[in-house]
């Protein structure tokens, strides 16, 4: 897991930009898949990806360049103020879309606090009467295995996120069968695919849609540190091969579904934004 994002009091100092039309690139501007990355706010991210010299509150200025979707995740450490999303949605161009992850308190402490839920929910309306609100990701920790209390609780947290879109990570490979898949058919809610480490117990990279917008994270391929045994479990750089795989996956997906959301979220030294550039381009030459 990611270190909670410092200084995000910072990040909306400044005038706000002119708002103007946004091109989201060859992919999001012709096509059904949207690419980004999982956060944007990273100090290391200057100097591989945002220009040197970037500010923190100047991020989502330079971010917005380039993408056209961001999954906002500093909201699963605290739970984000409605002021501060509509700051952030002031800064970004018409067109834009926002993933809000959910808090830890709904997927990995499980809470039951309905206060927590409606102070969640609020917070998220500045995006919603934007009309740049795409849904929220439930990604729930390795030691959520499949089960009838489990999926009790994935049906109430779509109750108590009002029907708006709801989006399941899961990390452990109890959950790849078909009445997974069913069950979540059923109740609209979207399996989120992931790329990660081929390890015991972790979830393979299928490409499964379970709702007409299919969502997929990349997390990279970190074997040695995904446990914990020092440095960073996103410290990866997908090659051009790797992400080629994928390339053809996306295109097969955005077959079965109105919308393909695609986040990196290997963040390390601005690994996730260069991979996501990389995939925009590999999926215009497999267009061409």
């Known amino acids: 897991m990611h270190a909670a994002p410092s200084g995000q009091g910072d990040l909306f100092a400044g005038p706000t930009p002119a708002r103007t039309e946004h091109a989201l690139g060859a992919v999001g501007k012709s096509r059904r898949i949207h690419v980004g990355t999982s956060g944007y706010s990273f100090a290391d991210w200057v100097g591989p990806f945002y220009p040197h010299g970037t500010a923190r509150n100047r991020m989502l200025d330079e971010y917005v360049q380039h993408f056209g979707v961001v999954e906002i995740n500093s909201s699963y450490y605290r739970i984000p103020g409605a002021n501060m999303l509509a700051r952030m949605e002031e800064r970004t161009p018409p067109g834009f879309e926002f993933i809000i992850k959910l808090y830890k308190g709904m997927t990995h402490e499980i809470e039951d606090n309905p206060e927590m839920y409606r102070k969640f ?116 750089d997908y090659s051009k091969e790797e992400l080629s795989e994928w390339a053809e996956k996306l ?29 925009v381009e590999l999926l215009g030459e497999e267009l061409e």
Not at 135 to 149: H, I, N, S, T, V
Not at 179 to 205: H, N
Not at 207 to 236: C, E, M, P, S
Not at 260 to 276: E, L, S
């Open 121 to 236: 929910t609020s917070a998220v309306e500045p995006l919603k009467r934007a009309g740049k609100f795409g849904g929220y990701l439930a990604q729930f920790p390795w030691r959520f295995r499949k089960g009838d209390d489990e999926m009790k609780h994935i049906e109430a947290l779509q109750g108590r996120l009002e029907g708006d879109s709801l989006f399941v990570e899961f990390r452990h490979d109890s959950w790849i069968e078909e009445e997974t898949f069913e069950f979540l058919k059923e109740r609209g809610v979207g399996y989120c695919s992931v790329d990660e480490p081929e390890l015991r117990g972790l979830v393979p990279p299928l490409a499964v849609a379970t709702t007409n917008t299919a969502y997929v994270r990349f997390h990279g391929r970190n074997t040695k540190n995904w446990w914990g045994r020092g440095g960073d479990r996103y410290d990866y």
């Open 251 to 279: 295109l097969n997906l955005e077959q079965k579904a109105s919308k393909v959301y695609v986040f990196f979220n290997n963040c390390h030294v601005g690994h996730a934004a260069t991979n996501a550039e990389l995939m």
